[in-house]
Every structure is written in structure tokens, then in C-alpha cells.
């Protein structure tokens, strides 16, 4: 991540949100790559989900956030835009992505991934009320099917060709 230039928010709202203040309950469920959310006053969610993909794991457990920004752009993964970002487990998050057609199944480094609108009321109610995440279900790795177009290589790389009746296959 590149965090310079970032304005970090909410870690003292995090702070506050201690043992008596209500909490926002997130529920991830990596087999049916779904997130379930229930905040004070009886409001809840459902979202699809994108969680780690094969080789990727998304980590399991409880968790609480430590820290959350508005927007964050991955170094690591071209720059690509996180915003919405709520930093759970070293620099696994909860943020949002443009690539919603890849909601519901499994297609992320790692991060769990929402859609855009999704992640901004996900992002509200955690900065005003705290959080507590837990992550689970499913296989350990949920695989989806591989595509034909693609060869699988050492190291997770993949190598793209052209169907055989395509001009450019020979």
C-alpha cells in the first residue's frame, strides 16, 4: 500500500468504540462469498463477496479494524484503487472494487472486496460504531473453474491462448 499522502481516519473513533459501545457485527462467509452485517437499531445487510482466490487465502478468524482510509491505491497491484479501505489483519481489508462483475466468487489477493456502495455504507458504520469481523466458512480455498483459454504455470502464472478456431491460434 501506498500510504503517503493518505489521510488515515477514524483511529480514534476506533479507540473509542470500546466494550460498551455498540459494534457492528460482520460476517463473512468465504464459501458462499457473502457478507453478512448487522448494526445498532436493527439494521442489516447482505453483500456478495469477493475473498482470496486459489493460492491467495483470505485469513480466518475474529477480527477487530485498526485502522481505515476513504481511498488507498495498491503499490503491489498496479496502483489498482481500494477505497473505502477498513484494514483488519496487517494489510488484508475490506474495500471496495470496480470489478463488480467478480462479486460471489472467489478473485482477490486476499483483501475481501465489495461492491462500491456496498463498501461505502459498510466504511460509515464501522467509523461510527466500531466493528467486530469474523471470517469463515467454506473450504480453505475455493476454487473457481479454470477458463479454457487459459495454461496454468509454476508460481500461480497463467498463460493466455487463443481458442483453436481463432485466426490467431496456429
Not at 150 to 160: D, N, Q, S, T, Y
Request: net charge positive; proline share 10%.
Amino acid at each position: 500500500m501506498d500510504w503517503r499522502g493518505v489521510p488515515a481516519v477514524a483511529f480514534a473513533l476506533l479507540a473509542a468504540a470500546g466494550p460498551g459501545a455498540a459494534q457492528v457485527r460482520v460476517d463473512v462467509d468465504l464459501g458462499a462469498q457473502v457478507m453478512r452485517v448487522a448494526a445498532g437499531a436493527g439494521v442489516s445487510y447482505e453483500w456478495p463477496i469477493s475473498s482470496g482466490s486459489l493460492g491467495r487465502a483470505t485469513p480466518r478468524g475474529e477480527f477487530r479494524p485498526y485502522a481505515l482510509y476513504p481511498m488507498v491505491y495498491s503499490w503491489k497491484y498496479g496502483n489498482e484503487p481500494m477505497p473505502h479501505s477498513i484494514f483488519f489483519h496487517g494489510q488484508y481489508a475490506i474495500h471496495g472494487t470496480l470489478e463488480t462483475d467478480l462479486l460471489g466468487r472467489p478473485a482477490s489477493h486476499g483483501c475481501i472486496r465489495l461492491s462500491p456502495r456496498a463498501a461505502a455504507t459498510l466504511y460509515e458504520l464501522v467509523a461510527r460504531e466500531g466493528a467486530v469481523i469474523r471470517i469463515g466458512g467454506g473450504p480453505e480455498f475455493v476454487a473457481t473453474p479454470p477458463s479454457p483459454r487459459l495454461i496454468a504455470l509454476p508460481m500461480g502464472r497463467a498463460l493466455e491462448v487463443a481458442p483453436a478456431d481463432s485466426p490467431t491460434a496456429r
